[in-house]
Nanobody, 121 residues
Framework: QVQLAESGGGLVQAGGSLRLSCAAS????????MGWHRQAPGKQRDLVAS?????????????KGRFTISRDNTNSRDNAKNTVNLQMNNLKPEDTAVYYC?????????WGKGTLVTVSS
């Protein structure tokens, strides 16, 4: 089992920045990739960015040059955790959506509950 805890999000003016974080805990050794999707009202959920265990990243064209995905791994004797961060700069009103973190384990995505990002013009 993998558990995901998202943080960040909120309301920002166009041109501003936000940082989303997602901490994965549990059976994280089997997680091969993590990332973010987003879903705007009335639209389907689409990929925003992803990062593999090896550090390879993927971005949707509309966020390239503005968003950066990164991954932190912490391993202590009692706790192992992977955190994926999404730094979002120069935000636009069209970036308004619920952002969902996911972790891929054995080819299946585990999803977070989502966090709302609202960009005002």
């Amino acid at each position: 089992q993998v558990q995901l805890a998202e943080s960040g999000g909120g309301l920002v003016q166009a041109g501003g920045s936000l940082r989303l974080s997602c901490a994965a805990s549990g059976s994280i050794l089997s997680v091969s990739a993590m990332g973010w999707h987003r879903q705007a009202p009335g639209k389907q959920r689409d990929l925003v960015a992803s990062i593999t265990r090896g550090g390879d990243t993927t971005y949707v064209d509309s966020v390239k040059g503005r968003f950066t995905i990164s991954r932190d791994n912490t391993n202590s004797r009692d706790n192992a955790k992977n955190t994926v961060n999404l730094q979002m700069n120069n935000l636009k009103p069209e970036d308004t959506a619920v952002y969902y973190c996911w972790a891929r384990r054995y080819g299946v995505n585990v999803w977070g509950k989502g966090t709302l990002v609202t960009v005002s013009s």
